[in-house]
C-alpha cells in the first residue's frame, strides 16, 4: 500500500514543481496583448457624457450624502440587504446608473443565471464607456476558456484579472488541485474572500453575497440566508482604496498573463461574439430587471428602509495579508473586529456560518465569560443539516462543551427549512415561470462545474441528506452586533481562516437604530421555528454523567483523537405551548425536548465523515 501511494504521489510532485515554474515569457504576453488589442470589441452604445447612465435612486442618495459631508461630520446613507431580491435588483440598478466606474471583488463568479445576468450588466455598462475593472479569486470563478477569452475582448472598457491563479491558470482541473496541495500548500490555500461593488467611487454593497444563483435564492434545492450592507458616502472612498490595492498586487493577474488564457487568445485570432445570455429561467430575470428599473418597487424596497446615520468605516485586511499570515498591520480588518468584542459590555450578537473559533477568539470570549458580570453571548450557525460544509461543522461539533462552557455561547444552529429563510425564497420567485432549461444547456459557457475543496461553502457544494424532503437553506451571513451601539457586516466566518489565510472585508457601521435592525435580522434566525437550540444533556445518571462528561472533556482536549462518541451537548426543540427559554433557564428542560446530534440528517457518507473528522481531524481546523 505504501509502495502504491508512493507511485501515486511522485507523480504529482513532479507535475507540481513543472507547473509551478511554467510562467509565461514576456514575448507570449505580448503576442497575447496584440491579439487582443487588434481584435477587441469597440462597439460603443453611448455618446453622451454621463456614459447614458439611468437615473438611479441609490446614487442619488449617496451623491447627497458626499455633499453634505465634511471631514469633521461624515454624512452616509446605509442600507441593510437581507432580503435577495432587493439584494440583487440594487446591483443592477447601480450597475446602470454608473457614469464612470464600477469596481467588482468577489470570491465566486458561477456561470449560472445570477453569474451570467451581473457579467452581461458589467459588458453593457463597459460597452456605454463605463471603466469597469472585475477582480474575482481564480479558484471557484469563470472557469471557462471560452468565456475568459470572450471577456478579454468584450470592450476596451472592460478589464479582468483573476486573484493567486494556481500555476498561472485560469482553470484548476482535479490533477492540478492536487499537485498544488502537495507542492504549495500555503500559497494555494491563502483566497481573496472580499466581497464589493462600487460605483462612481460614490456607493459601494459590501458583504457576504457572491455571484451565484443560491446566495440570491435562485437554487431549486439548496440556498443561502445572507446579508450585504449597501453604503453610500465618504466611506466609499476607503473601498476604493482598498480595491485599488488589490487590483496592483502581483497576485492580481491579467488574463493574457494566464497560460491556458493566453494560449486560447492566441490560437483563436478571430475574436468570439460576447454571447447572449440564456438562462434557465427567463421569467424571473425579467421580473428582476424591470424591479430594478421600478421607481415604486425601489422607493419600497431600498430607499424607505435606508437610514441616514453619520460614522461608517469600511475595513480590509491588506493583499499582503497571505505573504505574512501573522503580519499585525497586513490583518487590520481581523485585528479590528477582535478589539471590538473584547470592549463588549452587555451583548454580542453573532451570525457566523462555521462557528470554528481562532486561538485569538477564543481568548477574547473566555476573558469576556470571566467577568464579574459577562455580556451575553448569542450565536446564530448551521446546523449540520442546513450546512454544506460538513468537514467544518464537524469542527465546531467537537468543541461544543467548551463554546458552552468556557465561553458561555448560546447557539442557535438553523434548521434546514426553516420558515423565515422560505419567505425570502417565495418573495424572489414570485409568479416566476416554472418552465426551465435544462442546466446542462443553460448557459454558453456551459454550466459551472462541481470541485470538491475544503475552503468552506463554494460552488458544487451540497449538503448532507436529510430525513425530509424539500428545499432548503444554509446560512452563509456574517455579521455581529455589539452592545446595540455599533455592529459589522462583511465576509469574516470569525474562524481561523478568516483570521490567518483568507483576506477578509465588512463594514462597520456606529449607529443604534442600524444596530437594532441588524439585531432583529439575526434574532429571527435563533427563533425556536427556525433553529434548533444547543444545550447540555439531561443528567439522567449522576455518577455516570460525571464520568461520562469528564472523559468526553479529556477526549475532546487531545489533539489528533477525539474517538469518545457520548457529547456533552445535543440539539433541543422547543416543545408545543412553551415560551422560548435560554438553556440556564431551570425550566428549560420541560419546554424542550431533544432531537439528537445531528438532527433530521439520514445516515450517509457526509454523517460518517462528520463523525470521523470530529475525531482525527481537529489537526486540520486552520485550513478547514
Known amino acids: 500500500m505504501l509502495h502504491d501511494l508512493r507511485r501515486l504521489l511522485l507523480p504529482l510532485l513532479l507535475l507540481a514543481t513543472v507547473l509551478q515554474g511554467c510562467t509565461l515569457s514576456k514575448a507570449q504576453i505580448r503576442r497575447a496583448d496584440a491579439v487582443v488589442a487588434a481584435t477587441v470589441d469597440r462597439q460603443q452604445s453611448c455618446h453622451q457624457a454621463d456614459h447614458c447612465a439611468q437615473p438611479s435612486p441609490l446614487l442619488r442618495a449617496a451623491d447627497q450624502a458626499l455633499a453634505d459631508s465634511t471631514p469633521g461630520h461624515p454624512m452616509h446613507v446605509v442600507t441593510l440587504l437581507g432580503d435577495s431580491e432587493p439584494a440583487l435588483a440594487a ?19 458561477s456561470q449560472d443565471d445570477v ?17 469597469v475593472r472585475i477582480l474575482a479569486d481564480q479558484l471557484f470563478s469563470f472557469n471557462d476558456l471560452d468565456l475568459l477569452d470572450a471577456l478579454a475582448r468584450a470592450s476596451p472598457n472592460l478589464e479582468v484579472r483573476l486573484y493567486n491563479p494556481t500555476f498561472h491558470k485560469a482553470r484548476t482541473p482535479p490533477l492540478d488541485f492536487a499537485a498544488g496541495i502537495l507542492c504549495c500548500f500555503m500559497q494555494f490555500n491563502q483566497r481573496m474572500h472580499n466581497k464589493l461593488l462600487l460605483v462612481d467611487d460614490a456607493i459601494g454593497i459590501a458583504g457576504g453575497r457572491n455571484y451565484q444563483d443560491r446566495y440570491f435564492n435562485w437554487d431549486d434545492t439548496f440556498n443561502y440566508v445572507d446579508r450585504d450592507v449597501m453604503v453610500g458616502g465618504p466611506a466609499a472612498a476607503t473601498m476604493a482604496d482598498s480595491f485599488e490595492l488589490f487590483w496592483r498586487h502581483k497576485r492580481a493577474v491579467p488574463l493574457t498573463h494566464l497560460r491556458d488564457v493566453n494560449q486560447r487568445i492566441v490560437s483563436d485570432r478571430a475574436a468570439p461574439p460576447w454571447p447572449e445570455p440564456h438562462y434557465r ?9 424591470q424591479a430594478a428599473e421600478d421607481p415604486a418597487w425601489l422607493q419600497a424596497w431600498l430607499v424607505d428602509p435606508s437610514l441616514e446615520v453619520g460614522k461608517v468605516e469600511y475595513f480590509s485586511d491588506l493583499p499582503a495579508k497571505v505573504d505574512d499570515p501573522g503580519g499585525k498591520r497586513t490583518a487590520a480588518f481581523t485585528r479590528h473586529i477582535m478589539q471590538l468584542i473584547g470592549e463588549a459590555r452587555h451583548e454580542v450578537l453573532l451570525q457566523t456560518p462555521y462557528l470554528v473559533m481562532s486561538r485569538r ?28 460544509a460538513f468537514a467544518v461543522y464537524a469542527m465546531s461539533y467537537k468543541h461544543r462543551k467548551r463554546y458552552l462552557k468556557k465561553f458561555g455561547f448560546e447557539i442557535h444552529e438553523l ?4 420558515p423565515g429563510p422560505a419567505v425570502d425564497y417565495e418573495l424572489a420567485n414570485l409568479d416566476a415561470d416554472t418552465a426551465q432549461v435544462p442546466a446542462a444547456t443553460a448557459t454558453p459557457a456551459s454550466a459551472s462545474r462541481t470541485r470538491f475543496h475544503l475552503l468552506g461553502s463554494g460552488s458544487g457544494n451540497r449538503p448532507a441528506p436529510l430525513r425530509s424532503e424539500g428545499r432548503r437553506s444554509g446560512l452563509h451571513a456574517k455579521s455581529i452586533v455589539i452592545d446595540d451601539d455599533f455592529s459589522m457586516v462583511g465576509s469574516h466566518n470569525f474562524d481561523p481562516r478568516s483570521d490567518h489565510y483568507n483576506t477578509e472585508s465588512g463594514v462597520i457601521v456606529y449607529d443604534h437604530a442600524f444596530a437594532d435592525e441588524l439585531r432583529q435580522s439575526i434574532l429571527r434566525d435563533t427563533e425556536p421555528q427556525n433553529a434548533w437550540v444547543i444545550a447540555p444533556r439531561r443528567p439522567v445518571v449522576p455518577v455516570l454523567t460525571d464520568i461520562n462528561q469528564a472523559i468526553g472533556t479529556v477526549s475532546e482536549s487531545l489533539p489528533f ?33 431533544p432531537v439528537g446530534d445531528f438532527p433530521d440528517v439520514n445516515l450517509s457518507p457526509k454523517w460518517i465523515i462528520t463523525r470521523l473528522i ?9 485550513i478547514l
Open 415 to 418: 434548521k434546514p427549512h426553516a
Open 614 to 622: 470530529t475525531a482525527f481531524g481537529s489537526s486540520a481546523k486552520g
Open 91 to 109: 446591483r443592477v440598478n447601480l450597475i446602470r446608473a454608473a457614469r464612470r466606474s464600477i469596481d467588482v471583488q468577489t470570491y465566486i463568479w
Open 115 to 131: 453569474g451570467q445576468l451581473v457579467l452581461d450588466e458589467l459588458v453593457r455598462a463597459a460597452r456605454r464607456g463605463v471603466q
Open 361 to 388: 477568539a477564543q481568548g477574547i470570549f473566555r476573558r469576556l465569560h470571566r467577568r464579574a458580570d459577562p455580556p451575553r453571548v448569542i450565536v446564530s450557525t448551521n446546523s449540520l443539516a442546513s450546512t454544506d
Open 281 to 289: 429561467k427567463p421569467q424571473r430575470v425579467a421580473q428582476l430587471l
Open 561 to 593: 483523537f477525539d474517538l469518545w462518541p457520548f457529547r456533552y451537548a445535543t440539539s433541543f426543540d422547543l416543545k408545543p405551548g412553551c415560551p422560548p427559554l435560554r438553556a440556564s433557564d431551570p425550566r428549560f428542560y420541560d419546554c424542550y425536548q
